[in-house]
């Protein structure tokens, strides 16, 4: 279970910040002006 929660959540921050998250809006990178 526990093998799980860490998979789930490397996942999770791996889709939030990894390459996948370059053609996503990424909110950090709205600030252009």
Known sequence: ???VL???TGFGI????G???KGLTD???D???
């Open 1 to 3: 279970v526990l093998a």
């Open 6 to 8: 860490l998979a789930l």
């Open 14 to 17: 791996y889709t939030a910040f």
């Open 19 to 21: 390459p996948p998250s």
């Open 27 to 29: 909110p950090f990178d």
């Open 31 to 33: 600030h252009d002006d």
